[in-house]
């Protein structure tokens, strides 16, 4: 299956460090060789490179790598193909417009007689599960709440039926953010990390390197890293329960 890699922060943060880590998994340390993509949102605009290249031999990753986009949201993905051809369309993450903002995107599982009636105007351009699924998130959420967004627990409390409706279908580890917050929900397997003061060392499992955190942070920086499997070796890394849903805004997970 896909890998997953989310940031949610409460300052501008890159991304630099746990992508070199993630993108190994893309045709080196793993066989996700697919295609993949990443999603950076800054203001009210979003910054979205996808490759149809395995990450490992992708020009464009390259650039990621060494290119630190300061962003308080990141969705990543690494993709083996289980529905929809290898190309550049059924790349993750997706991006749509939904109450005048910019909406995420990234799935990883397999999804069985999942054929949902899209009539709206969220239609997928490729031919993989996890574009209808999203469309078909964001219909629902369209025809619930019409033209406003609401408060966000109830936003939640929707987001949560809906995983429950889409996940009787096989398996729906997902990400989903608006740019202010970043919803992950897990069928099988997602961990996150948060990152904050008194800030050490991580080092890499994919890769030879380590970083001081110390020395690249302020005592108020708080980061939150959601992945499908652990990318550091010596830090503490909490696993999700099947079926949870966790909402995480300015670098922590919410009650």
């Excluded at 969705?75 to 417009?97: D, M, S, Y």
């Excluded at 989903?176 to 970043?182: E, H, I, N």
Aim: proline letters at 6%; charged letters at 20%.
């Amino acid at each position: 299956m896909c890998q997953l890699l989310a940031m949610n922060c409460n300052v501008p943060t890159d991304i630099v460090f746990s992508f070199t880590g993630f993108a190994h998994r893309g045709g080196r340390t793993d066989t996700h060789h697919d295609g993949w993509g990443i999603a950076f949102f800054e203001g009210a605009g979003v910054r979205h490179f996808v490759d149809h290249q395995a990450a490992i031999a992708s020009p464009i990753a390259e650039l990621i790598k060494h290119y630190p986009i300061k962003s308080l949201n990141v969705i990543a993905h690494i993709r083996k193909a289980t529905q929809g051809k290898v190309a550049l369309e059924n790349c993750h993450p997706f991006v749509r417009e939904m109450w005048g903002r910019y909406w995420v995107f990234a799935h990883n599982g397999d999804l069985k007689a999942f054929d949902p009636v899209l009539d709206g105007p969220y239609r997928p351009v490729g031919n993989t599960d996890s574009e209808r699924a999203f469309c078909f998130l964001l219909q629902q959420l369209r025809d619930r709440f019409g033209d406003q967004a609401p408060a966000m627990p109830v936003l939640r409390a929707a987001i949560a039926d809906l995983v429950a409706v889409i996940a009787r279908h096989g398996t729906f580890n997902m990400m989903l953010s608006d740019g202010t917050a970043l919803f992950a929900h897990c069928s099988t397997k997602l961990c996150y990390v948060v990152r904050r003061y008194p800030f050490a060392a991580a080092c890499l499992a994919d890769e030879d390197l380590s970083v001081d955190f110390s020395q690249v942070t302020t005592p108020n920086d708080r980061v939150a890293i959601i992945v499908t499997t652990p990318l550091t070796t010596n830090e503490t890394w909490t696993e999700f329960a099947p079926g949870e849903l966790k909402v995480f805004v300015d670098g922590l997970p919410q009650p």
